[in-house]
């Protein structure tokens, strides 16, 4: 069993950063590939970007390609997420999940563990 814990949430105004954090307890998730989500209110929780088990691979979705940044440290058993330029149209409820390691996945099913989530408002 994997306990995830996401941090790093917050307010913030457009153009700035943030940096999520989410913490892995009980199973090591350092053979795991990690995915970070985010659900805006009233909308379906869409797919922000993953992480390879290694680090050797990204992807993200396109409108935070350029902006946003997936990395981790296996030896911390902690994923980041760094959040620049930060944009109103960001602002959701962002979890990381963990999932098997092979392929990279972009949908929420193919995770199976969640943590609860941590708030990112961006004002304009």
């Known amino acids: 069993q994997v306990q995830l814990v996401e941090s790093g949430g917050g307010l913030v105004q457009a153009g700035g950063s943030l940096r999520l954090s989410c913490a892995a307890s009980g199973r090591t998730t350092s053979m795991l590939n990690m995915g970070w989500f985010r659900q805006a209110p009233g909308k379906e929780r869409e797919f922000v970007g993953a992480?390879?088990?290694?680090?050797?691979?990204?992807s993200y979705e396109d409108s935070v390609k350029g902006r946003f940044t997936i990395s981790r440290d296996n030896a911390k058993n902690t994923v980041y997420l760094q959040m620049n330029s930060l944009k109103p149209e960001d602002t959701a409820v962002y979890y990381c999940?963990?999932?098997?390691?092979w392929g990279l996945g972009r949908t929420a099913n193919l995770y199976n563990y969640w943590g609860q989530g941590t708030q990112v408002t961006v004002s304009s």
């Open positions: 999940a963990a999932g098997p390691p």
């Open positions: 992480i390879t088990w290694n680090g050797g691979l990204t």
